[in-house]
T-cell receptor, first 115, second 114 residues
Framework: GENVEQHPSTLSVQEGDSAVIKCTYS??????FPWYKQELGKRPQLIID?????GEKKDQRIAVTLNKTAKHFSLHITETQPEDSAVYFC??????????????FGKGTHLIIQP | NAGVTQTPKFRILKIGQSMTLQCTQD?????MYWYRQDPGMGLKLIYY???????DKGEVPNGYNVSRSTTEDFPLRLELAAPSQTSVYFC?????????????FGNGTRLTVT
């Protein structure tokens, strides 16, 4: 089955700086890579996703890049703000949405924005 | 639309007891999923369903059962609760044929087995 590794487990950055979270996946058949943000005690919320026919996608301060050859994808957050503090999860699947047989999640990155 | 609704929000069980976690969605989604989230960990798939009458095992199905008698409902059953099942359980749904349909999560059920 699919295996998703996520690094780092904790990331502390100064407000206004950029943050980068990296993930690798093992199954070359995976073609959908979403990123979720989870605040304490809340449900995960989709913030951005990318499909395997695209190398990069941006949405305001958030961007995701995908390298299919190396089987890795990354989340980039620029001009970080206090409200960006949360746990971020990457995931991989075949198909969009929840995946044809579910999403495989990384273990998460706790992003801390220092004032 | 209410989205994905889970009940209860919290539950404490004794070892060996059984319970059903309820999940319902009103978005006419075909796919539904149950995940568990242990502290400091990502979400792991327990079971999923591609439509009414069809269910499949995920990564961690042992100790759980599911049914999908209707499109809307996807209950998760714990028959003999064990401390290892202490976790937060999330139900989710999506419409896979819609390329832009994201995964919708419920608010979760926090279960403690003592």
């Amino acid at each position: 089955g699919e295996n998703v590794e996520q690094h780092p487990s904790t990331l502390s950055v100064q407000e206004g700086d950029s943050a980068v979270i990296k993930c690798t996946y093992s199954d070359s058949a995976s073609n959908y890579f979403p990123w979720y943000k989870q605040e304490l005690g809340k449900r995960p919320q989709l913030i951005i996703d990318i499909r395997s026919n695209v190398g990069e996608k941006k949405d305001q301060r958030i961007a995701v890049t995908l390298n299919k050859t190396a089987k890795h994808f990354s989340l980039h957050i620029t001009e970080t703000q206090p409200e960006d503090s949360a746990v971020y999860f990457c995931a991989a699947s075949k198909g969009s949405g929840g995946g044809a047989d579910g999403l495989t999640f990384g273990k998460g990155t706790h992003l801390i924005i220092q004032p | 639309n209410a989205g994905v609704t889970q009940t209860p929000k919290f539950r404490i069980l004794k070892i060996g007891q059984s319970m059903t976690l309820q999940c319902t969605q009103d978005m006419n989604h075909n796919y539904m999923y149950w995940y568990r989230q242990d502290p400091g960990m990502g979400l792991k798939l327990i079971y999923y369903s591609v439509g009414a009458g069809i269910t499949d095992k995920g990564e961690v199905p042992n100790g759980y059962n599911v049914s999908r008698s209707t499109t809307e409902d996807f209950p998760l059953r714990l028959e003999l609760a064990a401390p290892s099942q202490t976790s937060v359980y999330f139900c989710a749904s999506s419409y896979l044929e819609n390329y832009n349909s994201p995964l919708h999560f419920g608010n979760g059920t926090r279960l403690t087995v003592t």
